[in-house]
């Protein structure tokens, strides 16, 4: 039999408590601990029903999905050890019965809380909600654990905005938790949406505001629980576990990526320079593992709460532009299915600018494409996509024209403390991570996973981006034709300004002429 690692051997006959198990993280979450920590005692996971599906149902859902394949064929039995926990963070007391509360209270030794309303433009009242009292309930439930080891709270690297370099610590709020809590309680809806952006600033959304202000209440519980916070920057798809480019959503640079292959996104205000913060999602998972072995097993503890900024900050940096260079270079070589149009879109340092080629790429194309469709008694769909990237656009313009500095010593002096085992198990260092490839399984996995696109399409999808290519460039040379001839027609200046540069050219020979006879 294989010789433990010391933090597998840690998780023997742990008896563990997840929430948001059903979301792109816990599931990966769920599966890495089943697989690598296979000899834990049992994962209690807190799930509702959904669209009418029982939660029973859902988790048999969830382990059909390819990413628990290598469980499916390798240790089917370890899926027993899986609870479904009927609840919902939102609800008071989680919507526990007395019975559960219990169990968990009597058997739980490790907690990992990584459900949170993660929707960018929810209301105030939703994300406080969710966010804020849900956490409260979580600690509220897991101060009475009589074998907890371990609390870890799952918040974000952006939950700080104002810090344009974030350290691994807490940091104040001018807004109390509580009072907030209150407020959304008290306020009508309609009032407390007239009053967010104010109330917020200067967060861009209701989830980093909320997300900050979690962290001050898990903090307020520091030293009497054993609590950590860890905060992961953009979460993108695996490098290698539970599969090569694994993701389950179209969120963040994946969504951008889609939409550029595709070629609906012809433009976005970024800043190409500034780096792009992502975390592939298998590092961070390893990381939130890891860093719930280390504080369980750390008897000294230290007078300020554990802070883990999960990013790749100070191993393996990369700027917008690379980012997008990097897909480009991989979608033209493995082209999504289905093309709408040649992919080719790029970054915009201006808002002006970038609202100007909005007007152009986006809104026309996207009446015109709908106006067709309406002439062939077609659905029509554009404009409405067209919308729905627009509102996304508007969302991510926030991060991608800012840039912070996360420090995470933390994580590297963790990384630096493992052993060559549990390196190889729990790999949490990008720095050997080959960019262009791992580019690679990104798209190709959001390609299969999330599009459903078998690769078998590719040699089809190959011919119509050539096919295309020529198109667009012909309606380009068209455009830009029809811009410079209707200036040249209406606009007197241009005309002048022509007529010169001409009469410029006809005398090249004849100043030629006289050059060569003056050497003479």
Not at 126 to 140: E, H, P, S, Y
């Amino acid at each position: 039999m294989e010789e433990k690692s010391e933090i597998q051997s840690y998780y023997n006959g742990k008896t563990i408590f997840i929430t948001g198990g059903s979301g792109f993280m816990g599931k990966v979450l769920i599966e890495k601990l089943l697989y690598s920590c296979s000899d834990l005692d049992k994962i209690y996971m807190l799930i509702r029903s959904k669209r009418g599906i029982s939660p029973d149902i859902r988790i048999t859902q969830i382990f059909k999905l390819p990413m628990f394949a290598r469980i499916r064929k390798e240790k089917p039995e370890v899926f027993k050890k899986l609870i479904p926990i009927i609840g919902d963070i939102s609800l008071i007391n989680l919507g526990l019965s007395d019975e559960q509360r219990e169990m968990l209270i009597n058997e739980t030794q490790i907690v990992f809380h990584v459900a949170a309303m993660v929707k960018l433009d929810t209301t105030l009242k939703q994300a406080v909600d969710f966010n804020l009292i849900g956490t409260k309930r979580m600690l509220d439930l897991s101060r009475d654990m009589k074998k907890l080891e371990v609390f870890v709270h799952l918040s974000t690297a952006f939950c700080h905005v104002d810090q344009v370099e974030l350290g691994e610590r807490v940091y104040d709020s001018t807004d109390d938790p509580q009072d907030v809590i209150r407020l959304v309680q008290w306020l009508d809806e309609e009032i407390i949406d007239f009053i967010t952006p104010k109330l917020i600033a200067p967060h861009p959304n209701t989830y980093t505001y909320t997300k900050r202000l979690t962290e001050k209440i898990v903090t307020d519980e520091y030293p009497n629980m054993p609590v950590v916070i860890t905060r992961p920057s953009i979460v993108v798809p695996a490098v290698k576990e539970p599969l090569p480019g694994w993701v389950d959503n179209l969120n963040g640079p994946i969504g951008m990526m889609i939409a550029s292959g595709k070629g609906v996104l012809r433009t976005m205000h970024c800043d190409p320079d500034y780096c792009a913060e992502v975390m592939p999602v298998d590092f961070a998972i390893n990381a939130l593992i890891t860093i719930a072995y280390k504080e369980a097993s750390n008897r000294n503890k230290s007078k300020n709460i554990p802070v883990y900024n999960v990013t790749q900050n100070s191993i393996e940096r990369m700027s917008w532009g690379k980012l997008i260079e990097n897909g480009r270079y991989i979608i033209n070589k493995y082209p999504f299915d289905g093309m709408l149009w040649y992919p080719d879109g790029n970054l915009r340092k201006s808002k002006w600018v970038h609202d100007i080629m909005h007007f152009f790429f986006h809104i026309i194309p996207a009446y015109f494409i709908d106006f067709l469709l309406l002439i062939f008694l077609q659905q029509r769909f554009m404009v409405r996509l067209q919308k729905k990237i627009a509102n996304g656009l508007n969302l991510l313009e926030y991060f991608t024209t800012r840039e912070w500095y996360f420090h995470n010593t933390n994580l590297l002096i963790l990384s630096g403390e493992m052993n060559s085992k549990d390196k190889e198990l729990f790999q949490i260092d990008g720095s050997k991570v080959n960019q262009i490839e791992f580019m690679k399984t990104s798209i190709l996995g959001a390609r299969q996973y999330c599009l459903k696109d078998d690769l078998s399409t590719v040699p089809r999808a190959r011919m119509q981006l050539k096919i295309l290519y020529i198109i667009h460039n012909i309606v380009l040379f068209c455009f830009y034709f029809g811009i410079f001839y209707f200036l040249y027609t209406h606009l007197e200046f241009v005309r002048v300004y022509v007529n010169y540069i001409t009469d410029k050219i006809k005398m090249l020979p004849m100043m030629g002429n006289i050059i060569r006879e003056t050497r003479i």
